[in-house]
């Protein structure tokens, strides 16, 4: 598809504007000189209806939650009601001012109030904060909290375990808080080996990060055990609530012993994303670990009935984000669990198990996983079978893409026994039984062309706008702008596609 600077055609228009109107001023007297363009760029010179179809065919180029199922493992794409969008979008929210005064902000307050409320009885938690705009950076957050205490306390910790499992931004986020970074492999049934955590943890530990079900999609069990063994020696746990929407109304982390849960609002509590935010990962602690969380905390005064910021003392953390984190964010959650009430909550968990559960059994003779156990929110397959025609996991992903899905998380988890082909599928709760089943037929249909036509799959996409790019390019290399010496498009490796949309 040619750029809209391509398109260009001298003296074409997209207004109708009598001649004349313009006669009477000069920009030259009206604007100081600063602000005018000395040299001025070529202007793309189009008509409205090549303006309206060039970017009608750019929006179809993409792919999102409301095109279909997207079932990457690991970020739990679900469907966002426009409800949420509509509230979040309320003019005393969008225009607040955040230097505001609270008694003008008072409903922006209580959303703050409210909303911790709920997830502090979601999660078994005492308070959150509201601040951090990421599940990484509440991963961050959580983990200098736990810092703070100990420095507090007098106590020199330095390591943090870590299962294999977790998600890569668990030891990043450790890593970032200065601690030493100490693996802590699975067992056999792909869950935490706790003999070989009990060995890890000392008085130099400052605990375990833990996800559950863990990143590859298994519940893990002995959390009693777990809890013990951290706590006896000190040690505080943390809880990567990421995966909560395989457990919401079902267990609490702040009931399983846990002290610090982050939550990412923007995968388990709806809100569109994947293209890069807005997110928020709030953290809920222990009382004990209140007086370190960051700022802002809303609380409500009884006796007058109003929200205040309150203050914080000198332990806190300090500031980790502007403002009040991702406002809208918060909106958009409370809005979801007011819409879902606590039996809604719990449907929603029952049935992004049973969907991923579903999907394990239809597909695992043609794509085999890599434990045979139940799963939680998300199955972990594999394409090793298909080794043998020439066919990589990547392939099948690719392949489709031609039958309408988003591809699947492919190539992670990357530990043994996982390291091989693997293919993480998550359908959310959002998903129905028919479009299950079309992906499940999708899927067994590839399998059967991965060993009777190979080539279809080594050479798939061939429905998209463009096909296989360098994907290492693509990251280092963005071209985000137009600028005709920098479209090196050989260079870049694209293929580009006839196709008409
Ligand atoms: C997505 C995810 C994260 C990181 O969240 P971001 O918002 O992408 O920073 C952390 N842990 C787990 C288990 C996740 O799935």
């Given at each position: 598809m040619k750029l809209i600077f391509e398109k260009s055609f001298p003296g074409r228009i997209a207004f109708s504007l009598p001649?004349?109107?313009?006669?009477?001023?000069k920009l030259e007297d009206s604007l100081?000189?600063?602000?005018?363009?000395?040299?001025?760029k070529q202007l793309t010179e189009v008509s409205e209806v090549d303006v309206i179809r060039h970017f009608t065919k750019l929006s179809k180029f993409n792919y999102g939650v409301d095109n279909g199922l997207y079932p990457l493992g690991s970020c739990t794409m679900k469907y966002n009601p426009r409800i949420n969008e509509k509230m979040a979008g309320l003019p005393n929210f969008v225009y607040?001012?955040?230097?505001?005064?609270p008694e003008m902000i008072q409903g922006s307050l209580e959303v703050m109030y409210k909303l911790n409320q709920l997830l502090c009885e979601i999660t078994g938690m005492d308070q959150y904060t509201m601040?951090?705009?990421?599940g990484a950076h509440g991963e961050l957050t959580g983990v200098l909290v736990m810092r703070k205490y100990f420095l507090d306390h007098g106590e020199k910790r330095h390591k943090m375990l870590i299962p294999d499992?977790?998600?890569?931004t668990n030891p990043a986020s450790a890593a970032m808080a200065e601690f030493e970074v100490i693996e802590i492999k699975s067992n056999e049934k792909g869950t935490v080996d706790l003999g070989s955590l009990s060995q890890a943890m000392d008085s130099e530990t400052v605990g375990l990060m833990l996800t559950n079900p863990n990143t590859v999609g298994f519940y893990d069990e002995g959390i009693e055990t777990v809890q013990n063994i951290i706590h006896d020696k000190g040690g505080l746990l943390y809880y990567?609530?990421?995966?909560l929407n395989a457990s919401l109304g079902i267990s609490r982390p702040g009931d399983a012993g846990f002290d610090v849960v982050h939550l990412n609002l923007h995968k388990t509590?709806?809100?569109?994303?994947?293209?890069?935010?807005?997110g928020s990962g709030v953290v809920g602690v222990k009382s004990k670990l209140i007086p370190y969380l960051p700022t802002p905390l809303v609380d409500l005064d009884q006796n007058t009935g109003k929200y205040f910021f309150k203050e914080v003392g000198k332990k806190s953390i300090g500031?980790?984000?502007?403002?009040?984190?991702?406002f809208s964010v918060l909106v958009k959650t409370l809005v979801w669990i007011l819409s879902l009430g606590s039996d809604g909550l719990y449907q929603c968990s029952r049935a992004s198990v049973i969907n991923a559960n579903y999907i394990l059994a239809k597909l695992r003779e043609y794509y085999k996983p890599a434990y045979d156990r139940y799963c939680g929110h998300e199955c972990t397959l594999t394409g090793r079978e298909y080794k043998k025609y020439g066919i990589k996991t990547l392939d099948i992903a690719k392949r489709l893409m031609d039958y309408g899905f988003h591809p699947p998380t492919i190539?992670?988890?990357?530990?043994?026994?996982?390291?091989?082909?693997t293919i993480m599928i998550e359908p959310p709760e959002s998903e129905g039984k028919e479009v299950l089943d079309d992906f499940i037929k999708t899927m067994i249909v590839i399998s059967k062309e991965a060993i009777e036509n190979p080539e279809l799959l080594t050479s798939?996409?061939?429905?998209?706008?463009?096909?296989?790019?360098d994907d290492a390019m693509a990251v280092r290399?963005?071209?985000l702008t137009y600028d005709d010496e920098l479209i090196l498009k050989d260079e870049l490796n694209y293929q580009e596609k006839d196709i008409n949309f």
């Open positions: 001649s004349d109107s313009f006669d009477e001023i100081p000189a600063k602000y005018l363009e000395k040299d001025k607040a001012h955040p230097f505001s005064f601040a951090p705009a990421s499992s977790a998600h890569g990567d609530g990421a995966n509590f709806s809100t569109p994303h994947g293209g890069g935010g807005p500031m980790v984000r502007s403002f009040w984190g991702n190539y992670f988890p990357h530990f043994e026994p996982y390291a091989d082909e798939a996409p061939h429905r998209t706008p463009i096909s296989r790019t290399r963005p071209i």
